[in-house]
């Protein structure tokens, strides 16, 4: 069967300190790979999507990039972060363009 | 600009009732919609879909009905219990103006859904 593993769970960071967060899909090849931001009491916002390896499409203007090195790692990052970058980020895949996503358990990530 | 909504931020009911989740979408030429259930910290989980060829979809005690007419969406869930108690989203397949949309969904802000025993 199909997993999802993302980590860290929580990570709180200084503002102006890199991010790094990892996303991994097991059981499955060639996964659409996604990351959303969810800010409390909200909606998820799409930020990144990736249909292959290397191919990362961006939906919103952000101080964060998104990045595929393998066919089923996806890596969310930063330079610098700012205030605005807490939230909960949520890494998900699907097996095609119409078809049902499947989501990890979510980072929290808390910049102070 | 277009978007998926929800009628209702907060629902409350006693166990054992039905519930009724409903969500709008402006979007006429989405044409895939899901459910999902999101538990405090943890990520959203798949409930059912339904494509927009159908009008009613089932699953076990959820049911998904799709009024195209009127861009409306709705998960009816019987025999509500206390574990069905957390954040519902619906979420919209879009297809941008080339008609692909790679899967990209857009939710909506959620409902609240309160289990009282």
């Known amino acids: 069967s199909q997993t999802i593993h993302q980590w860290p769970a929580t990570l709180v960071q200084p503002v102006g300190s890199p991010l790094s967060l990892e996303c991994t899909v097991e059981?499955?090849?060639?996964?659409?790979l996604y990351w959303y931001r969810q800010a409390a009491g909200r909606g998820l916002q799409l930020l990144f999507y990736?249909?292959?390896?290397?191919?990362i499409s961006s939906e919103v203007p952000q101080n964060l990039s998104a990045s595929r090195p393998q066919d089923r790692q996806f890596i969310l990052s930063s330079k610098k972060l700012l205030l605005s970058d807490s939230g909960f980020y949520l890494c998900?895949?699907?097996?095609?363009?119409?078809?049902?996503?499947?989501f990890g358990q979510g980072t929290r990530l808390t910049v102070v | 600009g277009e978007s998926v909504g929800l009628h209702l931020p907060t629902l409350s009911v006693q166990e054992g009732d039905n519930s009724i989740i409903n969500c709008a979408y402006s979007?006429?030429?989405?044409?895939?919609f899901i459910w999902y259930k999101q538990e405090s910290g943890k990520g959203p989980q798949f409930i059912i879909d339904?494509?927009?060829?159908?009008d009613k979809r089932q699953g076990q005690r959820v049911t998904v009905l799709l009024n195209k007419t009127v861009k409306h969406l709705s998960l009816q869930i019987a025999a509500t219990q206390p574990g069905d108690s957390a954040v519902y989203f619906c979420?919209?397949?879009?297809?941008?103006?080339?008609?692909?949309?790679?899967?990209?969904?857009?939710f909506g802000q959620g409902t609240i859904l309160t289990v009282h025993p």
């Open positions: 998900a895949w699907s097996t095609g363009f119409d078809t049902e996503a499947f």
């Open positions: 059981g499955t090849s060639n996964p659409n």
């Open positions: 990736s249909v292959g390896i290397g191919q």
């Open positions: 979007n006429s030429a989405s044409d895939y």
């Open positions: 339904i494509r927009s060829n159908m």
């Open positions: 979420a919209e397949n879009r297809a941008n103006a080339g008609g692909t949309s790679y899967g990209k969904l857009t």
